[in-house]
């Protein structure tokens, strides 16, 4: 009997231990910290060296800053992952003030000395199309950031952009024009590469839409008084103006049209695309309309949009790291830089011929600005649903509804 006291005794001793070790193991568990996902292995060797061209200061800063800005942030997060093939990316960024004489002089000095594998940029057209004929001869890819149709017709083979196309802007216009009753219009252009290259597009399109042009003008990017300009529209006696530029007259404009009491609607290109524009001409730009990527509208679209993940994550990443608004040419940049990565991915080298082809086979790439498919006719690789028609509504840019 007292065997069996003693037995039960020890047994029960026993069994509180072991309930006490459990108790405890399932407190540490709960106490220690989730198991975090390992790191990626910090990339190594020579650098892969990618040159970007860009207005980062100078009259078309508003294009170049946020473009220099975005890239400078993707390399950083793209190193932190690991690189690309193992390797740490290094961008090189040349600042062009907009100078098309610099942005030679920067192509040929990071291909020759820099030996970068791509460019990114230029920020303006008239740069772009500066150096295009350059970079066919080094048989380098450039991705220009730049929005005139005529980078990329006709194709040159090393040289993509990521704007969409000015025709299809073009085309939203005269459709919306065409279903309010508006047929016959002024135009005022820059005197840039993207000015004229618009201005083209739109006397060429025209037509198709049974839109007559009563009167065109072009001014001079550096211009601070557009008042001369408007006048003459308002006395053709157009029932709507189309102002195609990417310079800082896109809110002179607007502010001198109000100013004469010029009350047609304003439509403005693609070059639209940030909020400064609007900050700039204050109450005037109220009711501006004009094509844009859905990057301006991020947050208002359906959870069903297939680049809404995409734009949302760019705008957040991009407003909390530098406290500013994210606009459509930070877009380009990123489309050009992703495009970029993910074709040395698929060449798995950095060798230019396999990364241009690789850039070129791209298809179903969700971007900024659209969803890109390229081809061998199509450096762009975007089509028209790349734009959504917006408006300016209480400061903010808004979807433009239908009327």
Request: charged residues 25%; contains cysteine; proline residues 4%.
């Amino acid at each position: 009997m007292k065997r069996l006291t003693l037995l039960v005794a020890l047994l029960m001793v026993l069994m509180l231990a072991l309930f006490g070790c459990t108790k405890k193991e399932e407190a540490a568990k709960e106490e220690a910290p989730a198991a975090t996902e390992e790191k990626a292995a910090a990339p190594s060797g020579e650098p892969i060296k990618v040159g970007a061209i860009l207005a980062v200061t100078g009259k078309a800063a508003f294009l170049g800053d946020p473009e220099s800005k975005t890239l400078e942030m993707l390399a950083a997060e793209v190193n932190a992952n690991g690189g690309v093939l193992g390797r740490p990316v290094e961008v090189i960024v040349k600042d062009t003030a907009g100078d098309q004489e610099k942005a030679k002089s920067f192509a040929k000095q990071l291909i020759e000395e820099d030996k970068v594998i791509a460019i990114i940029g230029p920020s303006t057209s008239g740069e772009t199309m500066g150096i295009k004929n350059d970079m066919e001869e080094a048989m380098t890819p450039l991705l220009s950031c730049a929005a005139a149709e005529v980078i990329v017709n006709p194709v040159a083979k090393y040289v993509f952009k990521t704007p969409q196309k000015d025709s299809f802007a073009v085309m939203k216009i005269m459709e919306h024009m065409k279903s309010n009753g508006i047929k016959k219009i002024g135009v005022a252009a820059g005197g840039t590469g993207f000015g004229k290259a618009g201005l083209a597009q739109i006397e060429a399109i025209a037509p198709d839409y049974g839109i007559e042009i009563a009167l065109s003008e072009v001014y001079e990017p550096t211009a601070t008084d557009l008042t001369a300009v408007v006048n003459k529209l308002k006395a053709a006696d157009v029932k709507a103006v189309i102002n195609w530029s990417i310079v800082p007259a896109q809110s002179i404009i607007i502010k001198n049209m109000r100013q004469v009491g010029f009350d047609v609607p304003l439509y403005q290109s693609h070059g639209f695309g940030n909020i400064k524009y609007v900050e700039a001409a204050g109450e005037a730009a109220e009711g501006v309309i004009f094509p844009a990527g859905r990057l301006l509208i991020a947050d208002t679209l359906p959870d069903s949009n297939a680049q809404k993940a995409v734009l949302v994550k760019y705008k957040n990443d991009y407003e909390s790291k530098y406290n500013d608004t994210a606009s459509t040419f930070g877009g380009h940049a990123y489309d050009a830089f992703m495009i970029l990565v993910k074709a040395i991915e698929a060449a798995g080298s950095t060798d230019k011929a396999a990364v241009r082809d690789a850039i070129e086979s791209t298809k179903g790439f969700v971007g900024t600005g659209g969803i890109f498919n390229f081809s061998a006719e199509d450096h762009n690789g975007l089509d028209i649903d790349s734009f959504e028609m917006m408006t300016v509504k209480d400061g903010k840019f808004v979807a433009l509804e239908a009327e």
